[in-house]
């Protein structure tokens, strides 16, 4: 919402505090966490996505009262673990979570990189074969 607006009307500060909450919950450090050290000298950076969502609305209901304001306002912030940044002796490796896949959609576009592994390798040796 600008702030250099002229009058603020009740929806307006109502929604500028909703984002002003909204902006605190979602941050950098939401999307890439805090670096944890273990002892054995790994450090473990979590990496997550942020998916966030927020409505308001509201109405006048007599113009010639101040207390003729009626609204509400809702926000929802979901987390989900992406990954970790795993360091050690100086290398970074990345650990994805994986979620198991739902529907058979998913289940299909899981399968993609493990098909298309096997059709390589059978072009792979068919090229082999003929070159014999």
Same mark, same amino acid.
């Given at each position: ?39 054995? @000298? ?5 990496? *997550? #996505?942020?998916? /966030? &969502?927020? !409505? $308001?609305? @509201?109405?006048?209901?007599?113009k010639? *009262? #101040?207390?003729g /304001? &009626?609204? !509400? $306002? ?40 493990d ?10 040796k ?7």
């Amino acid at each position: 919402m600008d702030n250099t607006m002229e009058k603020k009307t009740p929806l307006s500060v109502l929604m500028q505090s909703t984002m002003d909450k909204v902006h605190e919950m979602v941050d950098t450090n939401t999307i890439v966490g805090q670096p944890i050290s273990t002892p054995d @000298g790994v450090t473990l950076i979590p990496i *997550s #996505k942020v998916s /966030f &969502g927020f !409505g $308001s609305g @509201g109405g006048d209901y007599g113009k010639a *009262s #101040k207390d003729g /304001f &009626g609204g !509400g $306002s809702a926000a929802g912030v979901r987390i989900d673990p992406v990954a970790f940044l795993v360091i050690k002796d100086g290398v970074t490796r990345v650990l994805p979570v994986a979620v198991p896949p739902v529907s058979s959609v998913e289940r299909i576009v899981d399968m993609v990189p493990d098909v298309l592994d096997r059709v390589e390798k059978f072009f792979d040796k068919k090229s082999d074969k003929e070159t014999v």
